[in-house]
C-alpha cells in the first residue's frame, strides 16, 4: 500500500498570503493517479486538482498542483477566508486507494 | 444537477450489519463506478473500495475483503454497501462518491456523509 505523508500538520497564515502544501509518497506515483480534495468542517471532501495539476470543475485560479514521482505540491496562490479547510492528497496508482493525513489551513 | 443523496444516521451493536444506500439524480449509476470512502472521527478518509454500476463487478479494500459488500439497483438508480460483523472501530462517516469515469480514483461528486455508530 502506498502511503502518503503531508506536511505541515497546520498552516496559518493571512488573507491574501500564498499556502504550500506538500505530499510525499512512500513509492512514486504516477502523475496521472495524484489528487488533492478539500475538507470545510461539516461538510464531505471536494475534488480541487486530479491528475496532479488540473483543476476540478469550478475551482479557482488560485488554486494549482504540481509534482512528479512520490514528491506532490498544492499551492494556494492567495489565501481567501473561504479557504479554511483540511487538504488531503490521495492516490489510485494501484487501483487501491489511499489519502494522506491530511493539511489543516487557518486564517490568521 | 449531479447529486448523491445518502440514508441516515445508524446506530449499531457490535457484531451487527448496517446497510447504507446512496441515491443518484442527474445521471445514470450504471454509466459510472461508485466508490466507498469513510472517516473515523478525526482521521483521514479511508477507501473502502468500488463498484462498476455498468457490470456490477466490486473491489474491496483488503482491509475489508469478506465483510463488506457493494451492491447496485439499477431501476431505483441507488448503489449500497453492507458492513458485517461491526465492532467500535467501524464508527465513522460513510461516504459514496461518484468516479468521473469508473475507475480513475477522481471522485467530482460526494454524498452527503452516513454516520454510523457502533456502541453497546
Known amino acids: 500500500e502506498i502511503v502518503l505523508t503531508q506536511s505541515p500538520g497546520t498552516l496559518s497564515l493571512s488573507p491574501g498570503e500564498r499556502a504550500t502544501l506538500s505530499c510525499r509518497a512512500s513509492q512514486s506515483v504516477s502523475s496521472n493517479y495524484l489528487n488533492w480534495y478539500q475538507q470545510r468542517p461539516g461538510q464531505a471532501p471536494r475534488l480541487l486538482i486530479y491528475a496532479t495539476s488540473s483543476r476540478a470543475t469550478g475551482i479557482p485560479d488560485r488554486f494549482s498542483g504540481s509534482g512528479s514521482g512520490t514528491d506532490f505540491t498544492l499551492t494556494i496562490s492567495r489565501l481567501e477566508p473561504e479557504d479554511v479547510a483540511v487538504y488531503y492528497c490521495q492516490q489510485y496508482d494501484t487501483s487501491v486507494g489511499t489519502f494522506g493525513q491530511g493539511t489543516k489551513v487557518e486564517i490568521k | 444537477q449531479v447529486q448523491l443523496a445518502q440514508s441516515g444516521t445508524e446506530v449499531k451493536k457490535p457484531g451487527a450489519s448496517v446497510k447504507v444506500s446512496c441515491k443518484a439524480s442527474g445521471y445514470t449509476l450504471s454509466s459510472y463506478g461508485t466508490h466507498w470512502v469513510r472517516q473515523a472521527p478525526g482521521q483521514r478518509p479511508e477507501w473502502m473500495g468500488w463498484?462498476?454500476?455498468?457490470?456490477?463487478?466490486?473491489k474491496y479494500s483488503e482491509k475489508f475483503q469478506g465483510r463488506v459488500t457493494f451492491t447496485s439497483d439499477t431501476s431505483a438508480n441507488t448503489g449500497y454497501m453492507e458492513l458485517s460483523r461491526l465492532t467500535s472501530e467501524d464508527t465513522a462517516v460513510y461516504y459514496c462518491a461518484r468516479d468521473v469515469a469508473f475507475n480513475t480514483g477522481w471522485y467530482d461528486s460526494w454524498g452527503q456523509g452516513t454516520l454510523v455508530t457502533v456502541s453497546s
Open positions: 463498484i462498476n454500476g455498468g457490470n456490477g463487478k466490486t
